[in-house]
């Protein structure tokens, strides 16, 4: 792979292409966050159920990732991705229209399984564009995913502000962004298995080397979901400080992911996944020791903005080792989202029980230690930092041998 050369306006043109992919996946998770009150009021559940309800597109997500690379390999790249991510958008109109428990659970079943679904295949071509480029992407790319999810939470907070049906809301979200991922989709890469090759197991565990990658993952993600659950509360409770500083505090973790993601792929470029990780994992270890030593609300937001900062990268970095970790990117990549995906799910009730159990100080502890864990282990990313091909100019270009 390493001597292959790809033209450069066609990589460039999938790397914008895949970017909007990104930022329409970001766009339904945004659009869908900020109507959870309305959904809930509108299929009856309370509290309790409504936190039952929440797991399942985690499990949906889980269940249904590792059939990416079996719909890729039957029907090609780019054509999976456009079924997958319309897939995706228009799921977004099931939860809004959910009369109770049980069709809301089952909503949201198949929310989580088109979202996951989508998020293997795009992952994967990034990481190829990635590899065809010779330089790191996969951080700015996470970056639009971010960039998404806030422009999706912006109009959501001006459709409730407004009072507006949810149904219409995400019905009209979902048209808009259904064509705009379904246009991008034109330009992203068209590979197609060779003749001689095998279709992957519609059900297979991951490789050990994604195992590795995942754990990694894991770490990053529990960091990100305690921080985005239990900020404000921290700051509320334990710092006593007032209902808009907290809030301020969780806004203020969340720009600071998006900016580093964004910015990510310089660093990454010029140090290395695995160097970078590890001062990542410094970085976010610093920022929990001065979270829960901090006796002024200043100091615990500077704790979260460091702990963003460290955790941004991570998740894309551990994305695009899976995707060069063995003979089966998409295989790697649904193992290591899948481990992720699990993170994000156990990670605020698992807070809240150690919260309980003893104090949210005792909680950020255990955040701290998982973060120094990512400079412990930032090596087993080293598949990040192989040789990539380099790219040519638009008058040398060489046919990828795959199509």
């Given at each position: 792979?390493?001597?292959?050369?790809?033209?450069?306006?066609?990589?460039?043109?999938?790397?914008?292409?895949?970017?909007?992919?990104?930022?329409?996946?970001?766009?339904?998770?945004?659009?869908?966050?900020?109507?959870?009150?309305?959904?809930?009021?509108?299929?009856?559940?309370?509290?309790?159920?409504?936190?039952?309800?929440?797991?399942?597109?985690?499990?949906?997500?889980?269940?249904?990732?590792?059939?990416?690379?079996?719909?890729?390999?039957?029907?090609?790249?780019?054509?999976?991705?456009?079924?997958?991510?319309?897939?995706?958008?228009?799921?977004?109109?099931?939860?809004?229209?959910?009369?109770?428990?049980?069709?809301?659970?089952?909503?949201?079943?198949?929310?989580?399984?088109?979202?996951?679904?989508?998020?293997?295949?795009?992952?994967?071509?990034?990481?190829?564009?990635?590899?065809?480029?010779?330089?790191?992407?996969?951080?700015?790319?996470?970056?639009?995913?971010?960039?998404?999810?806030?422009?999706?939470?912006?109009?959501?907070?001006?459709?409730?502000?407004?009072?507006?049906?949810?149904?219409?809301?995400?019905?009209?979200?979902?048209?808009?962004?259904?064509?705009?991922?379904?246009?991008?989709?034109?330009?992203?890469?068209?590979l197609q298995p060779a003749e001689d090759e095998e279709p992957p197991p519609r059900f297979a565990l991951p490789p050990r080397s994604a195992l590795l990658i995942g754990a990694v993952g894991f770490c990053a993600v529990f960091a990100e979901g305690a921080s985005l659950d239990w900020s404000a509360?921290?700051?509320?409770?334990?710092?006593?400080?007032?209902?808009?500083?907290?809030?301020?505090?969780?806004?203020?973790?969340?720009?600071?992911?998006?900016?580093?993601?964004?910015?990510?792929?310089?660093?990454?470029?010029?140090?290395?996944?695995?160097?970078?990780?590890?001062?990542?994992?410094?970085?976010?270890?610093?920022?929990?020791?001065?979270?829960?030593?901090?006796?002024?609300?200043?100091?615990?937001?500077?704790?979260?903005?460091?702990?963003?900062?460290?955790?941004?990268?991570?998740?894309?970095?551990?994305?695009?080792?899976?995707?060069?970790?063995?003979?089966?990117?998409?295989?790697?990549?649904?193992?290591?989202?899948?481990?992720?995906?699990?993170?994000?799910?156990?990670?605020?009730?698992?807070?809240?029980?150690?919260?309980?159990?003893?104090?949210?100080?005792?909680?950020?502890?255990?955040?701290?230690?998982?973060?120094?864990?990512?400079?412990?282990?930032?090596?087993?990313?080293?598949?990040?930092?192989?040789?990539?091909?380099?790219?040519?100019?638009?008058?040398?270009?060489?046919?990828?041998?795959?199509?």
């Amino acid at each position: 792979m390493g001597g292959m050369v790809y033209d450069l306006r066609e990589v460039r043109r999938a790397r914008y292409a895949v970017a909007a992919v990104f930022a329409a996946h970001g766009a339904v998770t945004g659009s869908f966050a900020t109507r959870v009150p309305w959904i809930a009021d509108h299929a009856g559940v309370s509290a309790g159920q409504l936190g039952l309800a929440l797991a399942f597109p985690a499990l949906g997500a889980s269940l249904a990732m590792p059939l990416a690379g079996s719909i890729s390999h039957r029907f090609g790249a780019r054509n999976a991705l456009r079924g997958l991510i319309a897939l995706w958008t228009l799921a977004l109109t099931l939860p809004s229209l959910a009369p109770n428990l049980l069709t809301l659970c089952l909503a949201l079943f198949i929310y989580g399984a088109t979202a996951g679904m989508a998020d293997v295949a795009m992952n994967a071509l990034g990481v190829e564009v990635e590899n065809r480029l010779g330089r790191s992407i996969m951080s700015g790319l996470h970056g639009m995913w971010s960039a998404g999810a806030l422009i999706g939470s912006a109009a959501g907070t001006l459709a409730a502000h407004l009072g507006s049906d949810a149904r219409l809301h995400h019905a009209l979200a979902a048209a808009t962004l259904t064509f705009l991922g379904v246009l991008a989709c034109r330009w992203v890469l068209d590979l197609q298995p060779a003749e001689d090759e095998e279709p992957p197991p519609r059900f297979a565990l991951p490789p050990r080397s994604a195992l590795l990658i995942g754990a990694v993952g894991f770490c990053a993600v529990f960091a990100e979901g305690a921080s985005l659950d239990w900020s404000a509360v921290y700051l509320r409770d334990q710092l006593e400080t007032s209902a808009g500083l907290a809030a301020a505090c969780t806004t203020g973790f969340t720009l600071t992911m998006a900016i580093a993601r964004i910015a990510g792929d310089r660093i990454v470029d010029r140090y290395g996944a695995v160097r970078t990780v590890r001062f990542s994992g410094v970085l976010a270890t610093l920022g929990g020791l001065l979270i829960v030593v901090s006796d002024r609300p200043a100091v615990a937001m500077a704790g979260f903005a460091l702990l963003g900062l460290g955790i941004a990268v991570v998740v894309p970095l551990c994305f695009a080792a899976a995707g060069r970790s063995g003979p089966n990117p998409s295989l790697a990549i649904a193992g290591v989202a899948t481990i992720t995906y699990t993170s994000g799910l156990i990670a605020p009730s698992a807070i809240g029980g150690i919260a309980q159990a003893t104090s949210l100080t005792v909680s950020f502890c255990l955040v701290t230690v998982l973060a120094a864990g990512l400079a412990v282990f930032a090596n087993v990313l080293r598949a990040g930092d192989r040789d990539r091909p380099k790219v040519s100019r638009p008058d040398a270009a060489v046919p990828d041998p795959r199509r």
